[in-house]
């Protein structure tokens, strides 16, 4: 009996209680900017009273702004590829309007269409002098099989003869980053520029390139003894970034009267950035955003400021 006393007792199962998920109290106000970004990013464009984005980075030609040396630097390589000149280098840094002028130029050209033929080069990368002249083959829809250098240098000779004189079509090639390029496909295009008629020349050549290309025509003096016209693109003084921020907001319809900028703002906006183009065009972006959330009725000074401080965009 004393050993059966001695005996515990049946150990009883645990019953895990249900814990029940927390669940946060509502507040009993809402909190007021989370409906405002809401509806900020739903309908951007018409919390800003605009019918279109005012500064998108798509390369959208009504919205480029023609300053002073964009508008020379136009002007001059239109008149210079009419004047059937040959070979035009624009060079400009990151951000300062280098594409844009060429699609801008594309569109000087489309009341010509039946005088002119464009084709473009993006990122012109090729290892070697047969990758880049198989590239044009394909670009100008030569059939032909053989792909030795000297045979494919004759097949675009020919294709750039029968195209003159058989449809009086002239040709431009515009290469975007040609600092990309190497020398031995800038001695192709030089061998290119040869090819011509008694009146005139069977292609012309306009490249953009980064300001490290320059380094590379001067190792090259044949080459840059053929350059007709050159222009080195800076970046735009006060007067034009005031311009650019005014025009990218009237094109989006920013209707006469009404300021989403102040004067002190943009000329915040102009030290900040330095006048690159590209720059301002973030910057207003990303200032118009912080307005709209912390419910201001326009970017001022001490917005941009603020802006600049927290996103360390201040330069010396």
């Known amino acids: 009996m004393e050993n059966e006393r001695s005996i515990s007792p049946p150990i ?5 209680e249900r814990i029940k998920p927390f669940i946060p109290p509502r507040p009993t106000r809402p909190i007021k900017y989370i409906p405002r970004v809401e509806k900020g990013v739903r309908d951007y464009c018409k919390l800003l009273g605009l019918t279109r984005e005012p500064f998108s980075m798509a390369p959208e ?3 480029f702004y023609q300053s002073k040396q964009h508008r020379e630097c136009l002007n001059h390589l239109e008149i210079s590829l009419r ?4 070979l035009h280098v624009v060079v400009g ?18 009341d010509y269409e039946g005088d002119y033929t464009f084709f473009l ?3 012109p990368t090729w290892r070697n002098n047969q990758e880049f002249l198989i590239h044009l083959k394909k670009m100008f829809d030569i059939r032909d099989e053989s792909n030795l250098v000297t045979d494919m240098m004759n097949q675009i000779e020919h294709f750039l003869i029968d195209y003159a004189t058989k449809y009086n079509k002239r040709i431009v090639m515009i290469i975007d980053e040609g600092q990309k390029m190497g020398p031995n496909q800038l001695e192709i295009v030089r061998s290119l520029l040869n090819f011509e008629t008694n009146s005139m020349k069977l292609i012309q050549f306009a490249i953009f390139a980064q300001p490290e290309f320059i380094d590379t025509l001067n190792t090259m003096e044949n080459f840059k003894d053929r350059i007709t016209y050159m222009f080195n693109i800076n970046n735009i003084d006060d007067e034009d970034t005031r311009g650019l921020i005014d025009h990218r907001l009237k094109i989006a319809g920013l209707s006469d009267g009404r300021e989403l900028f102040t004067e002190n703002a943009k000329n915040l906006i102009y030290k900040y950035t330095r006048g690159f183009p590209r720059k301002i065009i973030v910057t207003c972006h990303n200032l118009l955003i912080d307005m709209l959330i912390i419910g201001k009725s326009k970017v001022d000074a001490d917005l941009v400021f603020k802006f600049t401080q927290q996103n360390n965009l201040i330069y010396e």
């Open 12 to 16: 009883r199962p645990i019953i895990k």
């Open 61 to 63: 030609p009504d919205f």
């Open 83 to 86: 004047l059937n000149r040959g």
């Open 121 to 123: 080069i993006l990122n």
């Open 93 to 110: 840094g990151i951000g300062t309007g280098k594409t844009a002028i060429s699609r801008l130029l594309l569109d000087r050209f489309t």
